[in-house]
């Protein structure tokens, strides 16, 4: 090691120290609240390095010397705490302030709104639905609503169109933009782009006489007096309005399509309802060796055998047709011990139910449930137009299809 080096590395750093700390006591003598303490900073030109303190790029920190003194001297900011009344008097102002606006929405109703409903109607692609912030939640409800009623329709984010994703928009679809300013940033620049291509722009703003709605081949009005807000700023009443426009050219569109409940059920596959729009009685009854059936001239005693074997707490009374002439069910059963019939005597005419509750095969299963509930049964009878006997099913049969 060469000592020499090493005594003048050793010289300097105790320079630099004494720099340090002579630094601090001077800030401290100045500022008597604080603890300062000085970062020093290693000038490359200076060889072993100089320090310095630069509090203007913050390389110093001061900290409270009593941190529990100086939080007890901040003053304490509780929120006001509003009575039950007041809440409810807000709600239901919020409530009166978009009622208003709905009802200005649907007398502005004019023939704009037609003119959206043909274009949507004549369009051979898809509905493009884009809008920004607030604007931009309500689109992609318009748009999925749409969707799922026969309306092709996907949402596009503004400005990622404006990075590339404008591509999604063909010339065969119709762009419905929502902006209640009519002057929003980022939709303004896509509107060339939509006059060169030719697609047809249906414009959903709170002016009329704004850059979006000029530029509209039909601009729907959807201004408002007031947001619900009370600094009348924060999109409430403007965006219900909004949403309200888009559920009628939905509806409007649905039914100039003539789309019916199964249309529906096929956009909604998933979930009760799917299973309650697409199952029918056929897809969950009994049928086969699994149907409980007797002549009106078996005794009851097999009767009760029958019915026990298959499960369903009833049996079906048949010609030798296999019409259906009547039902036996547990509550025949228990009339029949209160009237002390002979079990072994009696004949299954005498016991059963003629008629009863009967349903088609292909019928919906959400109708064989509520065909239940209004007449308080458990069981059901599934007949074709001959009333010949074709399945049965029970509660517990849509209970496991997932229909009730």
Do not use: W
Request: with cysteine.
């Amino acid at each position: 090691m060469d000592l020499a080096t090493y005594t003048a590395a050793e010289r300097a750093i105790d320079r630099l120290m004494a720099r340090q700390t002579a630094l601090a006591d001077k800030c401290r003598a100045d500022d008597t609240g604080g603890e300062v303490g000085v970062v020093p900073r290693l000038h490359v030109d200076d060889g072993i390095g100089q320090c310095c303190a630069d509090q203007g790029r913050d390389l110093s920190r001061v900290h409270p010397r009593d941190s529990r003194r100086y939080h007890a001297q901040m003053p304490a900011h509780s929120p006001p705490r509003a009575s039950d009344d007041q809440l409810l008097a807000t709600a239901r102002r919020t409530l009166e302030i978009e009622t208003v606006a709905l009802h200005r929405v649907q007398s502005a109703l004019d023939g704009a709104f037609v003119r959206a409903c043909q274009l949507i109607l004549a369009c051979q692609g898809r509905v493009v639905v884009t809008g920004m912030g607030k604007s931009g939640h309500i689109a992609r409800k318009i748009a999925a609503t749409l969707a799922s009623t026969g309306t092709p329709a996907f949402f596009l984010h503004p400005a990622e169109a404006s990075h590339g994703d404008i591509g999604m928009i063909t010339r065969a679809d119709v762009v419905l933009a929502l902006s209640n300013s009519g002057e929003t940033a980022e939709l303004l620049p896509l509107l060339p782009q939509i006059k060169r291509l030719g697609v047809p722009l249906i414009a959903l703003s709170g002016r009329r006489d704004s850059t979006l709605a000029n530029a509209a081949d039909a601009a729907l009005d959807g201004a408002v007096d007031q947001e619900a807000c009370p600094h009348n700023l924060a999109p409430t009443a403007s965006t219900t309005a909004a949403l309200a426009l888009g559920d009628a050219l939905a509806v409007a569109l649905l039914e100039a399509r003539g789309f019916t409940a199964d249309d529906f059920a096929r956009s909604h596959p998933g979930g009760a309802l799917g299973r309650a729009l697409l199952l029918h009685v056929a897809d969950v009854m009994r049928s086969g060796e699994a149907l409980p059936r007797v002549t009106p001239d078996t005794p009851l005693a097999k009767g009760l055998l029958e019915m026990s074997r298959k499960g369903l707490g009833m049996t079906a009374v048949t010609d030798a047709d296999g019409r259906v002439l009547g039902i036996f069910t547990d509550g025949d059963l228990r009339r029949a011990l209160d009237a002390r019939i002979d079990l072994h005597a009696a004949s299954m005419r005498e016991v059963m139910t003629s008629g009863g509750h009967r349903i088609g095969p292909q019928e919906l299963a959400a109708s064989a449930a509520r065909l239940m509930e209004k007449h308080q049964i458990t069981g059901l009878l599934v007949v074709d137009e001959q009333q010949k006997l074709v399945g049965a099913l029970n509660v517990h049969d849509l209970m496991r299809a997932g229909v009730v």
